[in-house]
Each structure stands twice: as structure tokens, then as C-alpha cells.
């Protein structure tokens, strides 16, 4: 029942009665396990920041002028929103929550590689993340997400230093997490886990981990010569001082759009272990969903210019990344058709990481899509900067990643706590989240195609109805996301004792203990099948098995 | 449904062909995002566990002709889609040969721009319909964005450099004109109109009066209101030539091409060889960095002796300078300007070669600074102004040391070396009586020493 113990040896339990040494062994873990609760509750803390800023964003847009801030508020709202959400929350979300409780488990370790350089990413996190608050706090700051020069570097009066100085730690946090998933992929596999047998996840992590690692010091350097040039006026991208600001967008960008997929592969890996569980078979095309996260991580290093095709890059440069971004379309298109082919012939439940997944692929279909559209230079030019983009970009981030990072969430929170979440809740709350999302983002689509262009304080009146279909869904949206945050917080004290492995999936994570020991497993496992032995008659014997009453 | 488009107006020849394109996407995404939904929603239902009555034996895990077939349909699709686009691409990215030229600039949060007869206007632009128009644009700032949607152009602004977009408007009307790159507070009031007009109305519009805000004229301070001053003013080539002349910059680019600096006579839009063997075409950007950063590009043939006009010359003025050196490659509207400079007499070798001449009776100089100093001399283009036979726009400089001017405002003063320094240092302090403000300041672009020697050569001309 719901009182009943959880298992005392679990990774939670402590048998310490000061409080003072109870906040020691949280703050000084160097346990995966709690290093993933920790950056779980920080994580989330910034989400839920950042959807706040956006909430002030989406009700000023209700009415055509610019009555409930100033200008000067508004550029502060966005870029807050913008800042949060990408450096604090998208950006780690999957990785350091996820993958750093997941990423030994799924591997058969007792930890990763470098416990102690896992904690230091998360105080990088929370000092990259005390800055940028601090920023806001002192009077925020208006450049947008994109702190693009010269603005940022020489006519901004608001806390550029201090934001940048946030995301470049923040940086450093990314880069430590990135070298210890690499390598406790390489070296700390159980006996018998060859590559080919690794979890879709563990593909997913680990080619995320390569971009982060090769891309994230691009985007530090960039940062630090902002504030070089805004510090001291050294000529690097101000015109006016001898620098070149389309610089700054290059390097940004370099590391801004493989960024991008940092956000996107470790939802691809979720989405894949989601699908393959609660379809009771195998994942169809296993070698084509691992290679794809490959090469997307490959070409997303060379499409950076297409953030650039209205910025005065030659006609030449132009088509060459167009035509590279056509290309990297393809493994995503992959991906979604295997996800999709899983589904034959399996027995499908409808639990809520199911729906989630199912729901992530319908709005990463339409992200996928209005990518191609913003690829093609020719429709670029009219719908760049504009609510087109804005609208592709959520679909993608919230659509993908956040849907992915929910359902990623419900399925380990067994794993996580030893405890079941509400399930006809949690049901309802993916549903809403879905209704809310494409009420939010598909009106955006229209308005781009018209003309509005993003981050505008006041805009001309007949595009009003439109944004008050936004403003409307995302107050559903904002419901959506806070039913969980209730239930689940529920959940710890009277959520039901979920066993080892309540989704009677395959993987090593669901081989021990929930929640997990200290050090995992009680022996080293030994590994001798693929990721997702699902017997051939699983998914008959499951729909043989099923009475009404049973969970849908 | 006026007040609630879905879909925006057509008014440009590129509008109708790029909503091709894009309706043609849209169906190619309905094809794989309308369908797909569909199958996974069947897939879904059907294969619920709560359904026994379907087959779930003999599963298939992997199938390399289906992996081939759903990576290769659409490779093909988006290649098919790349070429449309890009070719589409291309000719929105090339202009006519015969385009309006309209300049444009960008500043917080303001547009400004100016037609070739020198008609000016803000936060609004006037064009005509059926007629390609290019605009040629630079920000005063931050980076901008130049956007209509109706015809479905867009063009960041940069500072610092000129981008150009063109289209050829369709349909009479307004239409919105939007600063598309986040540039700071007031960004979305960065707004304006576009109005499409017929061509006869267009040239009833370019001669209205009216008023207008110059763009440097309202930086910054928001306390007094920005001057107004008319929208209607001389053709911007010609204020350009009287730049030119006034500048002194026909001292050096003779149009007989004897000058000190190269012939600008059919520059614009030819190709040009370096000192360095490079050969770059001579667009508005070239014209722009040989005017402000003249040393970057030396023209094969001539010497690094021009003075940079960095920070001396405004947005606004230096597009009056290339309208000019434009009009000098059109054919008839340039002839007009050539007399006006060519008319000063002998070639700068003579000029020099009297300087040397010239050194009579000198006073106390130092012989060795002095020598340094008419390398300086030569080298930053003075003799082209300071022309020792008195017919320069600058005066000679024989004869000067110690002598008494009469300046513009009627004193007189004697030209010992502090007047010197300052003449050279800042120009514009004390004007020679009967000469024009035109030498450029030197501020602290000469080091002490070289003002030094310079004014040892001076000395050595004579008193």
C-alpha cells in the first residue's frame, strides 16, 4: 500500500537523523543518482522561471499596443525567457537529468567515470545559473538569447556582462558532463555490452556528448570577445572600432545550431527507448536510428549559415549550407519512420511516456517540416526573424524536447523514487499539454507567413486575433505543465511501490533495485543479448494477457 | 476578412513566384505531416493491446529496402526542392542592369531614405510600380533589418558596409515595412510604409516638399526635439561633386587620370587591379572602404597617399560621394562634373619640383627633419591641395614661415609654427583668406614627430 517502506538500501535512504549531515551527503555526492536529483530540481526551477517570462510575454502580446510593460520590460521578458530556457533548462534538461541517473545504469556501472567532475557541473550549473539570475535581478538584460553585436557589445545598457558571463560557466558545466558521458561510454560498459548492444539512449547521449564537447568552446569564445570588446573597445565586431559584426554570427552560430541538436538527439534517444517499451518489441531499423544520431551530429556542424542567409553571406555561401541543410533532413525523416514501423505488430499501451512519445512525433513532424521550408533560401528570406521561425523552433524544442524530457521523466520516476505516478492524471495532463501546444505554436505559423516579425513590443492590429489564439493556448499549455509538478510531488508520499521494472521493459536499468543502490548493482551484470530482447511472442502474450480494467 | 488576413498581399513579381514554392511545400508536407498522423493513429488503434483479434507473429525488425526506400524518396523530394529554391534564390539575389536606386539608412529606430533627385523621407518609402528597384543600405548602429513582407524581401542592414536588396513592385498600395533584426527599445517601432505608385505619380511625389529628419541630425538625446529640414534638395549626384570639390578630392582623381590617385571615370562597376595582383569589382562596398580605409585596397599603379575620411563624413554624405562616382560611369551625367575639376593647371610633378625650387632664402630649419618631412608631405597627398604655383584649393606654402595672413574672418595672424601645427592638426581653426574649410582635420593621425618634420619642410620653403 502506500505506506508501505521503499527499500532501504536505495540510493534516497538515509540513516542519519542531523539535518546538517543529511544536506552534506545531497551537496557533497558525488552519487550519479543524486547528482541527477539535484540538476532535476534546479532544472526545473529555472523552467518553470522561464515559462514565467514567457507568460508576461504572451499576455502583453494580447492587445496590439504595448499597455501592460515598456518597451525596455519587454526586450528584458524575452531575453530572460530566451536565455533561461536555452542555456538553463534545454540545453542540460535531457543529459544531466536523464542521462546522468540513466547513462551507468544503462551501462552496467557503478558510476560514471569521473564522479567528482560530475559534481562540479552542476556547481558550474548553478554559479552559470547564479549570474544570469543575478542579471535579471540587477535589471535584466535586452539582447535577446542571441546577444548580437554590435548591439550587445556597444549599445546595450543592460547586464550583458553579467548574462554572458552566466552561460559562459554554464558552458564549462556542459563540457565536463559531455567528457565523462564519453567516456564512461568507452570504458565502463558491463561485459558483454558491445556497441551494438547499447540502449538507443546511450547512442543518443553519446553522439550529444561529441557535439557538446567540440562545440561548446566556440560559443565560450565567442561570448568572451563580447565582453572584451565591451569592456575595454577592443575593435573585434563593432564597425565603428575596426571589428566585423556578421564575426559574431558565425561563431555564435557555430556552436548555436549544433546546439540546437544537443537539444534534440538525447530526445531521440528517450523517444526510442519509449516506443520500443510500450510497443513490446524490438526497435525497427536499431542500426539506422544509432547512425542517424551520428550523422546529424556530423552535419550539424555544417549548417550554421543558414542563420544567416538574409545577414549579407555571399549567394555562394548561401546555397552550399542550404543544400547541406536539405540534406541533414533525411536522418530525422529516418528516424521518424522507424519509430513509426515499431509500432506494427507490436501491443501498444497508452501509458502516459507512450503518449507523450506519440505526441512527440506528430509536433516534431511539423518541426521537421517547417525546417525545410525555412532551409530553402528562397522562403527564408521572407519568413526569417519572423513568427515562422519562432513557431518552427518551439514546435521543434517544446514539441521535441520537452514532450521527450516529460516522457522520459514519467518512465523513470518509478526508477527514480520506486514510486508509480497517477496515471489517468498524467493521461490527462499529456493530452492537455498537446491541445495547448499546437493552440499556442500553429496560429505563430500563419503570423510568420504574414509578416510579424518576432521579438516586437507592438504590432499593427489585424494580426491581434491571431496572437490572442496564442496567448490562449498557452494558458492551457501552463496548465498542462503544472498538473504534473502536482502529481508527481504527490506521488513521493502516497504514489503506489512501483517494483523493479513496472513496464516489464528490457535494459539493465530495470535489472535492479527501484529505487537503484548506492552502487546500482549488487554484482556487475553480465550482458549477452541486444538492447531490446524482446521475446518474438512478447507482444501477442501481452494483448492475450490484457482484461478491461487493465491499464489502456 | 479585412481585418483578419491569413494569407498576405502579393505586390511584388517575386511575391507570387516564391508563395509557389512555398504552397508547393506545404502540399510536399501534407504528403508526409498530414499522412503520417494518420498511419500512426491506425497503427495505434489497431494494435492496442486491448485488441486480440490481429496477428502479432512473424515481426520484422529491420528491412533494408524499406530503410533505402523511405531515406531515398525524400533525398529526392528535398533535392527537387533545394534546385527550385536556389534557382529562385539566384534571381532574387541579382538585379537588373537597369535598376531605381534608392539609398537607405538605418539607425535606432528610424529609416531614412533618399532618392537620386535628393528627395528624402522617413520611415516610408516611395517607389514606383512595374520598374526594378534596388536599394542601397547601411545602418548607423546596430544591425537592422530591411523587411516588406507584400513583396517578400528582406535584408539585414548592417553597419559599417552597404547591403543592397532589389524588387520590382506589382500592385499600387501601402504596405507594411518592418525592421526585422531586434535592434534594441524601440524596435517595434521601427516601423513604416512602403507606397507603390504609379510612375507619374512617383515623379509627382519626388518633387513635393515636405519634411524630414536627417539621419544624423536626432541621435541619441531624447530631450530636444530632432530638426526638420526639407525633404526636397539638390540630386544626390550633384551634392556629391560639391563633396568632391570641397573635400579636395578632384586635387588627386583627375578625370585625365594625371592625378596623384586614379581616374574615377568609369570606376563604378568595373573590375579593378590592386598593388597586392588582386582584382576586386569596384561595387558601393569598394567605394565606401577606398573613401574611409583607403590604404586596405591600393590600386595598381599609385601610391598609399590618401588621407582616410573615417569619422569625417556622414552616412548620408558618403552616399552622395559614391552617387557621384556612380554617375561617372553612366555616360552623360558624369561629363557634366569633369570641367569643374580639371581646370587647375600643371601636374603634381611640377608641383613638387618647385616646392624644392622654391627654398630661396631659407630660415633657420633643420635640414634633415625637413627632408622627412616633404616625404610626409608627398605622402599624404598635400601636394595635390598645397600646389607651390598658388592654383591648389589649398594656399602655397612657399613663402609662409613667418609671414602675415589675413584669414576668412578678416584677422591676420603670423604663420609661425604653432599657427602651423594648428593648420595642421585642425584645418578648419584658421581658414586663409579666399580658401574653403575642405583640408581634412589630422588630428591625432600624424605623430608629434611627423608634425614636427613637417613643419621643418614648410620652414624650408621659405619666409
New interface residues.
Given amino acids: 500500500m502506500a505506506t508501505t517502506a521503499l527499500p532501504q538500501r536505495g540510493y534516497l535512504h538515509d540513516d542519519t537523523p542531523h539535518l546538517g549531515e543529511w544536506i552534506r551527503s545531497w551537496l557533497f555526492t558525488v552519487d550519479h543518482k543524486r547528482i541527477a536529483i539535484l540538476y532535476l530540481l534546479a532544472i526545473n526551477f529555472f523552467f518553470l522561471l522561464g515559462g514565467l517570462a514567457a507568460t508576461f510575454v504572451r499576455i502583453e502580446l494580447i492587445t496590439p499596443q ?1 499597455d501592460l510593460m515598456s ?2 520590460v519587454y ?1 528584458r521578458m524575452f531575453t530572460l525567457h530566451g536565455v533561461i530556457m536555452i542555456f538553463f533548462f534545454l540545453i542540460p534538461a535531457i543529459p544531466a537529468v536523464l542521462g546522468n541517473f540513466l547513462l551507468p545504469l544503462m551501462l552496467g556501472a557503478r558510476d560514471l567515470a569521473f564522479p567528482r567532475l560530475n559534481l562540479l557541473s552542476w556547481y558550474l550549473y548553478m554559479f552559470g545559473g547564479i549570474f544570469a539570475l543575478s542579471a535579471a535581478v540587477l535589471g535584466g538584460v ?3 538569447w ?1 546577444f ?1 553585436t ?2 550587445s557589445s ?3 545598457n543592460s547586464n550583458v556582462i553579467l548574462t554572458i558571463t552566466g552561460a559562459f560557466i554554464m558552458g564549462f558545466s556542459s563540457i565536463a558532463t559531455g567528457v565523462n558521458f564519453i567516456a564512461t561510454t568507452h570504458k565502463m560498459r558491463a561485459p558483454g555490452l558491445t556497441w551494438f548492444r547499447l540502449p538507443l539512449f546511450v547512442w543518443a547521449m553519446y553522439a550529444t556528448s561529441l557535439v557538446i564537447v567540440l562545440a561548446t568552446p566556440v560559443v565560450g569564445i565567442a561570448l568572451l570577445l563580447v565582453a572584451i570588446e565591451r569592456l575595454w573597445g577592443v575593435g573585434i565586431f ?3 572600432l575596426g571589428g566585423d ?2 564575426l559574431f554570427q558565425h561563431l555564435f552560430w557555430f556552436y548555436s545550431h549544433p546546439a540546437v541538436y544537443i537539444m534534440i538527439l538525447p530526445a531521440f534517444g528517450v523517444i526510442s527507448e519509449l516506443i520500443s517499451t510500450f ?10 536510428i544509432a547512425f542517424s544520431s551520428m550523422a546529424i551530429a556530423i552535419l550539424g556542424f555544417l549548417v550554421w549559415g543558414h542563420h544567416m542567409f ?3 553571406q555571399s ?1 555562394y555561401s ?2 552550399v549550407f ?2 547541406i541543410t ?2 541533414i ?2 536522418p530525422s ?2 528516424k ?3 519509430w ?2 515499431t ?8 501509458r502516459t511516456p507512450m503518449l507523450y512519445a ?1 505526441g512527440f ?2 509536433l516534431f ?2 518541426g521537421g ?2 525546417g ?2 525555412l ?5 527564408d ?2 519568413v ?3 513568427y515562422f521561425v519562432v513557431a518552427h523552433f518551439h514546435y521543434v524544442m517544446v514539441g521535441g524536447t520537452i514532450m521527450a524530457y516529460l516522457g522520459g521523466i514519467h518512465f523513470w520516476w518509478p526508477k527514480m523514487t520506486g514510486r508509480m505516478y497517477n496515471e489517468i492524471w498524467g493521461g490527462i495532463s499529456a493530452l492537455i499539454i498537446f491541445v495547448g501546444f499546437n493552440m499556442t505554436f500553429f496560429p505563430q505559423f ?1 503570423l510568420g ?3 510579424m ?10 494580426f491581434q ?1 491571431l496572437h490572442v489564439l496564442s496567448s490562449a493556448g498557452a494558458t492551457v499549455l501552463a496548465v498542462g505543465f503544472i498538473i504534473p509538478i502536482i502529481y508527481l510531488m504527490l506521488s513521493l508520499k502516497t504514489g503506489r511501490i512501483a517494483g523493479d521494472n513496472p513496464w516489464d521493459a528490457t535494459g539493465l536499468e530495470w535489472k535492479t533495485t527501484s529505487p537503484p543502490p548506492t552502487h546500482n548493482f549488487e554484482a556487475i551484470p553480465v550482458v549477452t543479448t541486444e538492447a531490446y530482447a524482446y521475446p ?2 512478447a ?2 502474450r ?3 494477457e ?1 482484461r ?1 480494467g ?1 491499464p ?1 | 476578412m479585412r481585418n483578419f488576413p491569413l494569407f498576405p498581399d502579393q505586390a511584388s513579381t517575386f511575391a507570387g513566384q516564391v508563395d509557389a514554392l512555398y504552397w508547393a511545400l506545404v502540399g510536399l508536407s501534407l504528403l508526409f505531416g498530414g499522412v503520417l498522423p494518420f498511419v500512426i493513429l491506425f497503427l495505434m488503434v489497431r494494435y492496442h493491446r486491448s485488441n486480440k483479434a490481429v496477428d502479432r507473429l512473424n515481426q520484422v525488425h529491420s528491412n533494408l529496402a524499406l530503410e533505402l526506400t523511405w531515406s531515398g524518396i525524400p533525398l529526392l523530394l528535398v533535392m527537387g526542392v533545394f534546385f527550385w529554391g536556389a534557382f529562385l534564390y539566384v534571381h532574387i539575389r541579382t538585379p537588373p542592369k537597369q535598376t531605381l536606386e534608392v539609398y537607405v539608412i538605418g539607425k535606432q529606430w528610424m529609416w531614412h531614405a533618399q532618392h537620386p533627385n535628393g528627395k528624402r523621407e522617413n520611415n516610408e518609402l516611395h517607389v514606383p510600380i512595374n520598374r526594378p528597384v534596388r536599394l542601397i543600405m547601411t545602418s548607423q548602429d546596430v544591425i537592422h533589418s530591411f523587411y516588406i513582407p507584400a513583396f517578400r524581401v528582406k535584408q539585414d542592414v548592417l553597419p559599417g558596409r552597404y547591403t543592397s536588396l532589389w524588387f520590382e513592385a506589382t500592385q499600387p498600395g501601402e504596405y507594411h515595412l518592418f525592421c526585422a533584426e531586434y535592434c534594441g527599445t524601440e524596435h517595434s517601432l521601427m516601423v513604416g510604409r512602403v507606397v507603390a505608385l504609379s510612375m507619374a505619380d512617383y515623379e509627382r511625389w519626388l518633387v513635393t516638399p515636405g519634411e524630414v529628419i536627417l539621419p544624423d541630425g536626432s541621435s541619441g538625446a531624447a530631450a530636444a526635439p530632432p530638426a526638420l529640414v526639407p525633404a526636397a534638395g539638390d540630386p544626390m549626384a550633384l551634392v556629391g561633386e560639391q563633396l568632391f570639390t570641397n573635400l579636395g578630392c578632384a586635387g588627386c582623381h583627375r578625370m585625365d587620370g594625371a592625378g596623384i590617385g586614379p581616374s574615377l571615370q568609369g570606376l563604378y562597376g568595373s573590375q579593378e587591379r590592386m598593388s597586392d595582383g588582386a582584382v576586386v569589382t569596384a561595387d558601393e562596398n569598394y567605394l565606401r572602404t577606398s573613401i574611409l580605409n583607403p590604404g586596405a585596397q591600393i590600386t595598381a599603379g599609385y601610391q598609399n597617399v590618401m588621407p582616410s575620411y573615417a569619422n569625417q563624413l556622414s552616412e548620408d554624405q558618403i552616399n552622395q560621394l559614391i552617387a557621384y562616382i556612380k554617375s561617372l560611369s553612366d555616360g552623360g551625367t558624369g561629363a557634366m562634373s569633369g570641367g569643374a575639376s580639371s581646370g587647375s593647371g600643371a601636374t603634381t610633378s611640377g608641383a613638387s619640383g618647385a616646392a624644392t625650387g622654391g627654398a630661396g632664402e631659407a630660415p633657420a630649419f633643420d635640414a634633415a627633419l625637413a627632408a622627412q618631412g616633404k616625404q610626409v608631405f608627398t605622402n599624404l597627398g598635400c601636394v595635390g591641395c598645397h600646389r607651390s604655383d598658388g592654383a591648389g584649393i589649398g594656399p602655397a606654402l612657399e613663402g609662409l614661415y613667418n609671414s602675415e595672413q589675413r584669414l576668412a574672418d578678416g584677422s591676420v595672424v603670423t604663420a609661425d609654427e604653432a599657427y602651423l601645427i594648428e593648420s595642421i592638426r585642425n584645418a578648419p581653426a584658421k581658414i586663409a583668406e579666399g580658401y574653403q574649410p575642405v583640408m581634412p582635420v589630422y588630428g591625432n593621425q600624424l605623430s608629434d614627430d611627423q608634425v614636427r618634420q613637417l613643419v621643418e619642410y614648410i620652414k624650408s620653403l621659405g619666409d
Fill in positions: 504595448g518597451s525596455d526586450n535586452d539582447t535577446g542571441t548580437y554590435p548591439f556597444t549599445y546595450s563593432d564597425p565603428a559584426p556578421l510497443s513490446r518489441k524490438r526497435i525497427f531499423g536499431y542500426e539506422f538574409v545577414s549579407s549567394v548561401s546555397l542550404s543544400f536539405m540534406l533532413a533525411i525523416a529516418i521518424v519512420f522507424n513509426t514501423a509500432l506494427y505488430k507490436g501491443s501498444i499501451s497508452y506519440l512525433i506528430g513532424v511539423i517540416l517547417t525545410i521550408f532551409g530553402v533560401v528562397a522562403i528570406i521572407h526569417t526573424d519572423t500563419v507567413y504574414l509578416g516579425p518576432r521579438r516586437y513590443h507592438v504590432y499593427p492590429e489585424e486575433i518474438p511472442e507482444a501477442a501481452d494483448a492475450a490484457w478491461p487493465s489502456l
